[in-house]
């Protein structure tokens, strides 16, 4: 085991009153959520937007602090961590975001933005420059383009300066939130090959974060499906996409359009939108949506059921069939 | 109830639209360029043309043509639009804005960019009621909860007092099917209209559209860059690359036998979802052409595989491969 959460969740307050002094309420972005990554493994977060995935991300490196919850990190339990000690287990934890062009400072050049982690962690001018050709070929870039600026590059480049700055501190642990989201569909290929190339070379760990069933069929290991803050389904690959429990994994993979014409793919069991983290509705958050909803599903809240070989699915229809 | 609207669909075999040889250049800070080179294509009565492309390619610079809504930094230079036996690019701009909205409708990525923040929703869709087909407020009001129902919005009444803030962004897109399609038009063009949306939103969306595309007979331009998306709901495809139309197919032939390298490359590229996942994903190389910057010859040949010294130098034409098959690849034409 690399990273462990444990029933973490992250309530957000929502002022209200005239002076926008009291809480009104709560966005439970992320409400509870409990998930193991082993070392050299890809654990893909799904789900449409609002669920929790990036606030899940965050949380995992402590970039905000929850609500409740603990994440073990290794064997150091980081939300007890002072700024000193985390500072060195945030080393190995890094992100890759969707949009990385818009993260960086327009004038540093690419060798400067790939430093800048290595810089403030108190490496040597020398030091860096070394790192920075190392990286450059590592994430597909030529040695010239150090001395160039951000802008001068295409999306998919700006993509791999964001990786290589993220590796440059040789972290174990790396969060990928929508890393080829906003990329041209020719490009997605590249950078995915990219990240599954350098996680195979540098044994690293991924929390790949994304909305792409596709994307994450190719990718990950194990996925864990969210829906308004919780896990509803959790299974290795094969498994989640060949027999999926849950009725919401079922429907986002019917919506997932087809990869040839003609054939016609069942009608989506899916109806309405996603209901608001600002009022999740009781018993099963997904009963206002799901075509097989119970009077049991209104009232109460089921938990994650083991179905064996690490599939668990957060559903009473599996809980009779089981 | 919107039996005005389910005409008959014609026997004639003439196009609805019919774009040829069109050349759109912008004059911009970073200097000129040509968004849209030399592109040709035809739209039949009540059927899907698809339009894929990157960013850059010219795909939704092509719609905006078609509405004559460029800005005034583009140029058409070459080129002609025919719709429904009129030449758009002749019309006097009192008579294109009879045919927007009322002949053509667009719907766009960004529902809210497109929708009032500070009208209500009934007020945006009888505003084009009212403008476009002159009636009177009370009509108009019956046609808007009409037109929501049949978008399949609940409880239409409530949404007509609604502001576009309260709605979500797939009730937005709705609402704006609506106002697209409450005048009757014969083409819809469609850019992006699911991109901004969530999976199962999107899915329900483009089941709605392909539903009310049979049920009013209306040919719809469905911009996308995503080729599940054209799999799903187009008749016949073009695929465009900077700025170039590389290919045209109907959508079957496209995905079985596509002819341009690019067209290739993008189809091998998209990772399956049922069949054998590959190690490493056959992905295109190199990055989009910049149109300030575009290569010589055929502009894929930096990033072709089977690219060959001939590329460098020609530009080839569309050629015609199988029935209604085209592609501009000199591998085709040689």
Redesign the interface.
């Known amino acids: 085991m690399l990273i462990r959460a444990d029933n973490l969740a992250k309530h957000y307050p929502i002022m209200g009153g005239f002076f926008g002094n009291k809480v009104a309420g709560q966005v439970r972005a992320v409400d509870g959520v409990s998930f193991v990554i082993e070392r050299g493994e890809t654990l893909a977060l799904v789900g449409e937007s609002g669920c929790g995935k990036s606030t899940t991300g965050r949380l995992l490196t402590r970039l905000i602090e929850p609500t409740v919850g603990t994440v073990r990190f290794e064997n150091t339990e980081i939300s007890e961590l002072g700024a000193e000690e985390l500072r060195a287990v945030r080393r190995r934890m890094q992100l890759v975001f969707q949009d990385a062009g818009s993260s960086f400072n327009p004038r540093m050049t690419v060798a400067a933005l790939i430093a800048e982690p290595m810089h403030l962690a108190g490496a040597s001018a020398v030091d860096c420059r070394a790192r920075v050709q190392e990286l450059l070929p590592l994430v597909g870039l030529a040695a010239e383009h150090a001395e160039r600026y951000p802008h001068e590059f295409s999306g998919g480049q700006r993509q791999r300066i964001g990786i290589a700055r993220a590796l440059a501190l040789r972290p174990d642990f790396v969060v990928c939130d929508e890393p080829v989201s906003a990329l041209d569909v020719s490009v997605q290929a590249q950078v995915i090959n990219l990240l599954t190339g350098l996680q195979r070379e540098f044994e690293l760990t991924y929390l790949f974060i994304s909305h792409d069933l596709r994307v994450v069929r190719h990718v990950a290991d194990r996925v864990a499906v969210m829906y308004l803050g919780r896990i509803v389904e959790i299974a290795d690959k094969a498994t989640l996409y060949r027999s999926p429990q849950h009725p919401y994994t079922r429907a986002l993979l019917s919506a997932v359009p087809a990869h040839r014409p003609g054939k016609a793919r069942a009608r989506t069991e899916v109806v309405g939108e996603v209901a608001s983290a600002r009022a999740v509705p009781s018993g099963c958050r997904y009963h206002t949506r799901c075509p097989y909803v119970m009077p049991v599903c209104q009232t109460d809240d089921p938990e994650l059921i083991d179905l064996g070989g690490g599939h668990r699915s957060a559903c009473h229809l599996v809980r009779t069939s089981h | 109830m919107v039996q005005f609207l389910l005409r008959q669909p014609k026997m004639a075999d003439s196009p609805l639209l019919s774009v040829h040889d069109l050349t759109v250049a912008f004059d911009t800070r970073r200097g000129p360029f040509e968004a849209v080179r030399g592109v040709s294509f035809d739209v039949q009565p009540g059927k899907t043309l698809g339009v894929v492309g990157?960013?850059g390619s010219g795909k939704s610079v092509t719609a905006m043509t078609l509405m004559r809504l460029l800005p005034d930094s583009a140029e058409v230079t070459a080129g002609t639009v025919h719709f429904a036996g009129r030449d758009l690019g002749r019309l006097s701009e009192r008579d294109m804005q009879a045919v927007r909205g009322r002949e053509i409708a667009m719907v766009f990525q960004d529902p809210m960019a497109s929708l009032n923040p500070i009208f209500t929703i009934g007020h945006q869709v009888m505003e084009s009621l009212r403008l476009q087909l002159g009636l009177s407020r009370a009509a108009a009001k019956t046609r808007a909860e009409e037109f929501l129902a049949l978008v399949r919005i609940p409880s239409p009444r409530d949404i007509l007092r609604a502001y576009p803030h309260e709605l979500?962004?797939?009730?937005r897109q709705r609402v704006m099917i609506a106002i697209a399609l409450s005048c009757g038009p014969k083409l819809l063009i469609a850019d992006e209209p699911t991109t901004a949306l969530?999976?199962?939103?999107?899915?329900?969306i483009?089941?709605l559209l392909r539903d009310l595309q049979g049920s009013l007979h209306m040919a719809v331009l469905l911009i996308t860059?995503?080729?599940?998306?054209?799999?799903?709901f187009?008749d016949d495809v073009m695929v465009m690359y900077a700025g170039r139309a590389v290919e045209r197919s109907p959508?079957?032939a496209l995905?079985e036998k596509p002819g341009h390298p690019?067209t290739e490359?993008?189809l091998r590229?998209?990772?399956?979802?049922?069949?054998e996942?590959p190690?490493?994903?056959?992905?295109?190389?190199g990055?989009?052409a910049?149109p300030f910057d575009l290569p010589s010859g055929c502009s894929f040949h930096p990033?072709c595989p089977y690219a060959w010294d001939a590329c460098r130098l020609q530009s080839p034409p569309l050629a015609r491969l199988a029935d209604n098959h085209d592609a501009a690849c000199l591998r085709v034409t040689c």
């Open positions: 990157e960013s979500s962004g797939g009730m969530d999976v199962t939103t999107q899915a329900q483009l089941e860059h995503d080729l599940g998306v054209i799999a799903e187009a959508v079957a995905f690019y490359g993008l590229s998209m990772p399956p979802l049922d069949d996942d190690e490493v994903l056959p992905a295109i190389e990055n989009v910049s990033r």
